[in-house]
């Protein structure tokens, strides 16, 4: 059977518990990048193929307007035939390194992938890790997505390279850098949305992105939308004092 989705989603959903200065839970909620992902191609119609790892327990520090993630458990990242998957578009989003990409090569479509969880380290608050990959897999990475402080754990060798081909650093309030076929693009939001946290910001802005740029292939359009799709989102957490999602 011929799968009409256009876009293959292979993320996991989370139970983040927020945590306050002092390390106590605040509250918890339904999270993960999956859940977020879902959420905005389901509003934007697009038709997706979902593959998930083992739902995650999330600890998240909130400190001075910032939010540092801790996993507490045993992370055993799943394996996948990159080889069956038939989609034209495939997006990978992770809390922390959850699925192994050694095959990814085999995969014949548009590698759309946010590194956040290939540098998280996971056991500490805030830590990361230098983000080791072959050539081979790195070659098939069509759009690469990293906050600005994440690319110090990213080879530069494949930066250099995914500034020829597609590259978005997201800079917080500041906006986004976006490099295409070493065209170099700084776009910033219309207005600064001072919400109690940014959770789920990140996967928001790269799902509006994907759903956008797969229908125009419009590089500056699709962050523009993004941006403006992402400050309603935040906009939504200023305006629900509760939870928020």
Not at 34 to 52: M, R
Not at 133 to 158: H, R
């Amino acid at each position: 059977m011929i799968s009409k989705s256009k876009v293959t989603v292979i993320s996991t959903f989370a139970k983040d518990k927020l945590l306050d200065e002092k390390g106590e839970i605040a509250s918890e909620q339904k999270g993960g990048p999956a859940y977020f992902i879902t959420n905005v191609l389901k509003k934007e119609s697009v038709l997706f193929d979902l593959k998930t790892s083992k739902e995650i327990t999330v600890e998240l520090l909130l400190k001075d307007g910032d939010e540092f993630g801790r996993i507490p458990e045993k992370i055993t990242p799943m394996l996948i035939d990159f080889s069956k998957i038939k989609t034209p578009e495939m997006l990978i989003s992770f809390v922390a390194n959850q699925c192994k990409l050694e095959s990814l090569q085999l995969y014949k479509g548009r590698v759309f992938l946010d590194i956040q969880g290939y540098v998280r380290n996971g056991s500490n608050f805030g830590k990361k890790k230098f983000w080791s990959v072959s050539k081979k897999i790195s070659n098939n990475i069509f759009g690469l997505k990293a906050a600005d402080y994440e690319l110090k754990f990213i080879p530069k060798s494949i930066v250099e390279k995914q500034k020829k081909k597609l590259l978005i650093v997201t800079k917080g309030e500041l906006g986004v850098e976006v490099y295409w076929v070493s065209e170099r693009y700084l776009l910033r939001p219309k207005t600064i949305i001072k919400a109690k946290n940014t959770i789920g910001a990140g996967d928001t802005f790269f799902a509006y992105f994907v759903s956008r740029f797969t229908k125009t292939n419009n590089v500056k359009n699709s962050c523009s939308y993004a941006l403006e799709k992402t400050s309603e989102f935040l906009t939504s957490k200023v305006s629900h004092h509760t939870n928020p999602f």
